[in-house]
């Protein structure tokens, strides 16, 4: 009778460690991912250029990235959390190798959640801008500058898509932590 239960108590054990060893698999899958959004919307926006010619060819408007300092925080935020995520995936990778890294998943909540409130900050400042270059302000006189600059500001809402993607899979990344910590 004793060796049944001790034989159940170790299958619920092993069955554990199978779903810590699955949510570690998923949770370098996610980060992955949302690397690639990062650096996506960094290279996007920090390479969105558009110049327009008034009237002659002497005479050029431009509309830059770096014109606006919401979109250069944007740009360095985004690098800053790629760079974080790939100096995360090998913690992660050491997470599926062993399963009781509780001190280090601890680590990754919070260096986790640091980088969602930067990622947060950078892509709603830069989506306030966005939004202005679309439809303009018609109680201060700012005009929508989309209908000349559709280039860029199709490169600069784009851009948007990969910041906030990389919100969301944050927000899974502290959740799923935060659940194998508890199984742990």
Same mark, same amino acid.
């Given at each position: ?18 779903? #810590?060893?699955? =949510? /570690?698999?998923?949770?370098? @899958?996610?980060?992955? +991912?949302?690397? @690639? ?6 290279? %996007? ?14 005479? #050029? !408007? ?7 300092? +919401? !979109?250069? !925080? ?5 690098? *800053? $959390? ?10 992660? *990778?050491?997470? *599926? =190798?062993?399963?009781? +890294? ?7 909540? !919070? ?25 303009? #302000? ?8 989309? &209908? &000349?600059?559709?280039?860029?500001? &199709? ?5 948007? =898509?990969?910041?906030?993607? %990389?919100? $969301?899979?944050? @927000?899974?990344?502290? =959740? ?5 910590? /508890?199984?742990?």
């Amino acid at each position: 009778m004793k060796a049944a239960s001790i034989e159940a108590g170790e299958g619920s054990k092993a069955k554990v460690r199978g779903v #810590n060893r699955g =949510i /570690s698999v998923f949770d370098l @899958v996610l980060r992955i +991912a949302a690397l @690639v959004g990062t650096l996506a919307s960094a290279v %996007a926006m920090g390479t969105a250029d558009q110049a327009l010619s008034f009237s002659t060819q002497i005479v #050029n !408007f431009e509309a830059q990235y770096d014109d606006i300092d +919401a !979109f250069k !925080f944007f740009v360095i935020v985004n690098a *800053i $959390a790629c760079g974080y995520l790939a100096l995360s995936i090998p913690i992660s *990778i050491f997470h *599926i =190798i062993r399963k009781r +890294a509780g001190k280090s998943r601890v680590l990754l909540i !919070f260096l986790d959640a640091i980088m969602l409130v930067f990622i947060t900050s950078g892509a709603s400042a830069a989506a306030a801008i966005v939004y202005l270059a679309h439809n303009g #302000n018609t109680s201060t006189n700012w005009f929508s500058i989309c &209908q &000349q600059y559709t280039d860029f500001c &199709q490169r600069s809402a784009g851009s948007l =898509i990969g910041s906030f993607g %990389a919100m $969301a899979l944050l @927000v899974l990344l502290i =959740i799923l932590s935060a659940i194998a910590l /508890s199984r742990g």
